[in-house]
């Protein structure tokens, strides 16, 4: 049984930053690709970032302020977000189990993964 929980969601001030973190069991990290993804107020789910076996993938709405690593011994994923914006508003979701050869932003935002987390809120003010 795959679960995957999320935390380190809150509220922040513009231009602040956040350490999502992901607890994974059922599947192994390092071979696993892993997923965050995020629902804003009034638009569709997208994918944030996703991480394979050798490197990380971005959204163009995230690049350039976001960092997502993962601790193979821990089997846990993490996403860093700085100089946050009032748009960057949402809940956070950490997914993984996607389609062979999708480990990308275009493929999990094609194909939604197969497991996901409960999500954590992010909330930034102006």
């Known amino acids: 049984q795959v679960q995957l929980v999320e935390s380190g969601g809150g509220s922040v001030q513009a231009g602040g930053s956040l350490n999502l973190s992901c607890a994974v069991s059922g599947l192994a990290v390092r071979t696993d690709c892993v997923g965050w993804f995020r629902q804003v107020p009034g638009k569709s789910r997208e994918a944030v970032a996703v991480?394979?076996?050798?490197?990380?993938r971005y959204a163009d709405s995230v690049k350039g302020r976001s960092t997502m690593s993962k601790d193979n011994a821990k089997n846990t994923v993490s996403l860093h977000l700085n100089s946050l914006k009032p748009e960057d508003t949402g809940v956070y979701y950490c997914a993984a189990g996607f389609e062979i050869g999708l480990c990308s932003i275009e493929g999990g935002n094609r194909q939604p993964p197969n497991y996901w987390g409960q999500g954590t809120q992010v909330t930034v003010s102006s």
């Open positions: 991480i394979g076996t050798l490197e990380s």
